[in-house]
């Protein structure tokens, strides 16, 4: 399991990057979702990791 957290806010990026945080579930900064680890959420983490805080 990965542990997903926001730490920048999607305001002014790219509309695919900010439909991939969507995607992963996130809304708000600080708020932290858990997802199975897989090469679909491993690609959507690559996508967006300047906005994410993964930890295993």
Do not use: C, F, W
């Amino acid at each position: 399991m990965l542990k997903i957290k926001l730490v920048k806010s999607p305001i002014g990026k790219m509309e695919s990057h900010k439909r991939t945080v969507k995607a992963l579930g996130l809304r708000k900064i600080g708020q932290v979702v858990e997802h199975e680890d897989n090469p679909q959420i491993r690609g959507m983490i690559k996508k967006i990791d300047y906005m994410l805080e993964v930890t295993e």
